[in-house]
């Protein structure tokens, strides 16, 4: 039976991506995102979509719950977002970090809630968050991602130390300057490669994570970042 594997912010870039790979890999998918984009990738697919937001539960509830009525079943989860808030350190107001946290941390911790349940129950699954590099490189380019992403660090390493036992796995994928977005000269000159990455090689790596390959990978935060980050 083929497995079932749940994206959110599929619409359009990293998490399209890997949309794509999850399926050319045999899976059936269920998809979220804000835009109507989603139901065309969805027709492109043959997958199921839901149109809505991960910082809100109710959404995430109707796409866990459609997903499972849908298909019986749920083997994996990316948990993929948009981008918090930029700006000066200090300036950042108080709405800023809440709506970072709302964004780039509670999205998976809701998540969690709601699907483990089922994978505890089957013995098998796995969660995989798409963060970024600066999680483990602070940037005062990306304040609020910065410190709310090295906070899903934790979670996840807190995750799989409760629930490996159970067979449920969760990884984090740190990508580096990555297409979707511009990456000029300048930029590049910081990574050793000296291009951008793409969504599809970050797609790539997802899917290995949510694999059996993949299977004694747990609670890791995994770089693909062409050697930006040098740090230990």
């Not at 998918?29 to 809505?52: K, Q, Y």
């Not at 995430?60 to 981008?83: E, M």
């Not at 990456?183 to 050793?192: F, H, M, W, Y």
Request: net charge negative.
């Amino acid at each position: 039976m083929s497995k079932v594997a749940i994206v959110t912010a599929a619409s359009r870039g990293m998490g399209a991506a890997c949309a794509r790979e999850l399926a050319a890999r045999g899976y059936r998918l269920a998809l979220l995102a804000r835009s109507d984009d989603v139901h065309d990738l969805a027709r492109e697919l043959d997958a199921l979509a839901v149109t809505g937001s991960v910082t809100e539960e109710a959404d995430l509830g109707r796409l866990v719950q459609a997903t499972l009525d849908h298909y019986g079943r749920l083997d994996a989860v990316i948990n993929n977002t948009g981008h918090a808030a930029k700006g000066d350190l200090l300036a950042l107001t108080d709405v800023d970090w809440h709506a970072g946290v709302d964004l780039l941390l509670l999205n998976v911790v809701r998540m969690a809630r709601l699907v483990t349940p089922t994978l505890q129950a089957q013995r098998s699954g796995v969660l995989v968050n798409i963060s970024s590099f600066a999680a483990v490189e602070p940037s005062l380019s990306f304040p609020v991602s910065s410190v709310v992403r090295a906070g899903l660090e934790a979670f996840t390493r807190l995750y799989a130390q409760r629930y490996a036992a159970d067979g449920v796995r969760m990884n984090t994928l740190l990508p580096g300057k990555i297409d979707t977005y511009p990456v000029d000269e300048e930029a590049l000159r910081d990574v050793p490669a000296r291009r951008a990455g793409t969504a599809v090689e970050i797609a790539r790596v997802a899917a290995f994570l949510v694999s059996d390959e993949a299977s004694y990978i747990n609670g890791q935060s995994l770089l693909v970042d062409g050697g930006l980050v040098r740090g230990l």
